[in-house]
Structures are given as structure tokens and as C-alpha cells.
């Protein structure tokens, strides 16, 4: 059967984008036709990844807006925040359906962006066209989105887990506290001090501790779903793994309940969406039995004593936190299956 639509990824060389490839190319109705690279075009992608030898040996496109826009039918740009707006207008303009993995279209605030991001922001028309994409949540205008704003690793970690309990009035938005932990992945291919091997072995490091630039993405989509302005308390931590995020929050139940009511009640909400998985009672989920997947498991326990709930959510910060999601909203932006070309097993041990 003939592939459905072509597609180019800028941004090919980051871990985002060879796992948009790892994915994509058992993609029954996508074909990449262009992999861009600002920094190696002209030789085989394979030659910097040689996973990819045999698999597939594209050469790497510079970024040029006319090359892609004859080349491809939808955009990924797996860049970094600042990159993609320099280049989305132009991608926007030559008809190109576009799908962002960065943070710079997330934030319906301009100047939000940039007191978070330290970088001038998007148009405001442009801003204002983004669909924001945490696929389970947002499906019905993600479906009409010509320009999808994917959610970044830990918002979507942390959304996922909090918004069923959220929109069922079962927890106290005021008293929100999110404990986040991320391997190494999440912080990119660059290379960096913070995954310098001597200092993330042996290691658990917390940083941008109130000062994350996810914490004002997470607190738009909660005030969204309670309809008031709400703050959380946020920490992060790099931890000496590849993949996989556990967020581990707790809040204040404004009356009691037990586990089983709200594993039922999450079940609910999340009915006729594969990629979320309730875990039953007693059951807490960890990175591995997600890693490689675009699932997003979660599990509950309540403190009778403190009156709060722990909630736990994790999912693989390069699959359901950036490449995986990206493909479960263009299947929902063509009309597909939400699962197509995403059904992985997760990889374990
Ligand atoms: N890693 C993760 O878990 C997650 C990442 N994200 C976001 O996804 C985006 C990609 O992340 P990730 O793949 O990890 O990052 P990487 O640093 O691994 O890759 C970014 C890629 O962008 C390309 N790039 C850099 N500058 C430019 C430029 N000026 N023009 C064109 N391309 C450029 C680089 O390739 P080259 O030099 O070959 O052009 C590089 O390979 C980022 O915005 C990140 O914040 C979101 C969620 C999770
Ligand atoms: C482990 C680690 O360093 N993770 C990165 C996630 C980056 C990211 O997702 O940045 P965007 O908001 O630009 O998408 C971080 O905490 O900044």
C-alpha cells in the first residue's frame, strides 16, 4: 500500500528526531522523505547514527524552507526553543502542516514565554493558532490543528495524572506539589555538564528547582480544567538513567474517597484513550515498564491520616513526552487511528 503523506523533520539529529524516525518508519501511512540537519547536510543520517545503517541511509537536508516544501506534507521540528519560531512562519506559510516538539508555542502568553524562556516570543497570531496537543485531553481541536504545539516531557507527565482528579472536583488545586525526575535524555544530545558522565552517575540532582520552565505550561492547562488561575510547587531532578519521567505529586482530597473509587473514576475518564493505563490498587508504576512506549501509566495512594493523595505518573520523555505523542496528534490531525505506527510494547527489563 502506497504511504498517505510525506514527511520532513528538521531537527533529525536530536534524540527527539531519530525517535520520530524509529517510530515513523513503521508508520503505515508516513513516509519520511526528508530528514534536515543545520549542522551535517549532505551525508547519510546513518553515518552519525549508525542504528540506522541498513534501516534507512537518507541524506540530510539543509534547512531550506522551498527543499521542504516540495519534499514534504507535514513538519516536524524537533528543535529547540527559539529555533522553532524562526522557522514555523515560513513553514506555515508555504502550506506545510506543522508539528512542534519545542516549548515556544506552548505558552498562550507571550510574556510568559519569555520570562520563562529568556527568548522573544512568537507572533501572537501565531501563538493564538497553536493547538496545544496533550493528545488524551485536547482531541477534538487537535484534530483541526494546521500548527500542533506538542506538550513538553514533564507537563505532560504531571497533566495526565492530576486533570481526571482535577475536573472531579476530587483534590484541592491550591494544594498541588509535583516531585519530577527525568533521565538524561530529556536534557537533549548536546552536550552539557549537567549529563557529564562523573556527574550524573551515582548521582540525583535536583535542579531549576522553582524556576522550570514547564511549571507555567502546567499551570495554564490546570487553570484551564478548574477555570481559575492556579500555582503548583514544582521540582525537578536528573537521574542516572537514559529514558523514563516519574512525576510523584501530592494534593489534599477535599473529601474523603478511596483508592478503588478513584481508579474507577480515572478509568472512566480516560475510556477509549489506549495510551493512559489505570493501575489497580497497590500497584505504583515505574519508568521501565513504560520505556520505549507512548504509554503514560498511573497509580494511586491515599494517606487516610494527612487526607492527601499521591498520585504517580510515568511515561518514556522521548516517546509519550515528545516523538510518540507528536505522531499520536498527526494520526489525530489526519483523521487516523490515534495508535497507528505507536503501538510498542514498552521495552523491559
Ligand atoms: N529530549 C526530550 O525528552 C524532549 C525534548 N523536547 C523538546 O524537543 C526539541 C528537541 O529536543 P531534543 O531532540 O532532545 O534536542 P537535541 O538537542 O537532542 O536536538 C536538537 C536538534 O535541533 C537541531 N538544531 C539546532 N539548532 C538548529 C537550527 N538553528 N536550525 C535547525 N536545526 C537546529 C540540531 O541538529 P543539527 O545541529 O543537526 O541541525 C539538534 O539535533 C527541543 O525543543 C526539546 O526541548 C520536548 C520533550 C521531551
Ligand atoms: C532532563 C532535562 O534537562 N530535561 C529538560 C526538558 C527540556 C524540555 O522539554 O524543554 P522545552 O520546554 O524547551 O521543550 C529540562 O528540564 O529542561
Redesign the pocket.
Known amino acids: 500500500m502506497s504511504k498517505q503523506i510525506r514527511a520532513a523533520i528538521i531537527g533529525s539529529t536530536g534524540y527527539g528526531g531519530v525517535e520520530l524516525i524509529r517510530f515513523l518508519l513503521h508508520h503505515p501511512k508516513v513516509e519520511i522523505t526528508s530528514v534536515v540537519s543545520s549542522s551535517s547536510a549532505g551525508e547519510s543520517i546513518a553515518v552519525g547514527f549508525p542504528h540506522l545503517n541498513h534501516v534507512m541511509e537518507l541524506d540530510l537536508d539543509q534547512v531550506d524552507i522551498d527543499v521542504i516544501q516540495n519534499k514534504a506534507d507535514v513538519v516536524f521540528t524537533a528543535t529547540?526553543?527559539g529555533v522553532s519560531s524562526g522557522l514555523i512562519p515560513d513553514l506555515l506559510a508555504a502550506g506545510l502542516k506543522v508539528i512542534d516538539?519545542?516549548?515556544?508555542y506552548?505558552l498562550k502568553s507571550g510574556e510568559l514565554y519569555e520570562k520563562w524562556?529568556k527568548h522573544t516570543p512568537p507572533t501572537e497570531a501565531h501563538l493564538q493558532q497553536a493547538i496545544y496537543g496533550l493528545s488524551e485531553v485536547f482531541k477534538e481541536e487537535i484534530r483541526e490543528a494546521e500548527l500542533l504545539s506538542n506538550p513538553?516531557?514533564?507537563?505532560t507527565a504531571a497533566s495526565l495524572g492530576l486533570i481526571p482528579a482535577l475536573s472531579m472536583k476530587r483534590i484541592d488545586p491550591k494544594s498541588i506539589i509535583i516531585d519530577a525526575k527525568?533521565?538524561?535524555?530529556?536534557?537533549?544530545r548536546k552536550l552539557?555538564l549537567?549529563?557529564h558522565y562523573a556527574e550524573l552517575n551515582e548521582n540525583l540532582k535536583p535542579?531549576?528547582v522553582n524556576q522550570?520552565?514547564?511549571i507555567p505550561?502546567i499551570e495554564q492547562t490546570l487553570s484551564g480544567i478548574v477555570n481559575e488561575q492556579t500555582t503548583i510547587t514544582f521540582t525537578?531532578h536528573?537521574v542516572p538513567m537514559t529514558r523514563g519521567i516519574l512525576c510523584t505529586m501530592y494534593a489534599d482530597l477535599l473529601e474523603p474517597c478511596n483508592e478503588q473509587q478513584l481508579i474507577n473514576e480515572y478509568r472512566d475518564y480516560y475510556k477509549g484513550r489506549p495510551f493512559v493505563r489505570i493501575r489497580n490498587k497497590g500497584s505504583w508504576p515505574s519508568t521501565k515498564e513504560v520505556s520505549g512506549s507512548n504509554y503514560c501509566d498511573i497509580g494511586f495512594s491515599i494517606d487516610e491520616r494527612t487526607g492527601r493523595v499521591t498520585i504517580l505518573s510515568v511515561i518514556d520523555?522521548v516517546v509519550k513526552?515528545?516523538a510518540g505523542q507528536a505522531i499520536q496528534n498527526l494520526n489525530l490531525m489526519m483523521g487516523w487511528d490515534e495508535t497507528t505506527g505507536l503501538q510498542m510494547t514498552p521495552v523491559y527489563p
Open positions: 529547540p526553543s516538539l519545542s516549548g515556544d506552548r524562556y513538553g516531557c514533564y507537563p527525568s533521565g538524561a535524555s530529556g536534557a537533549g552539557g549537567s549529563v535542579y531549576k522550570h520552565q514547564h505550561e525537578t536528573l520523555n513526552g515528545a
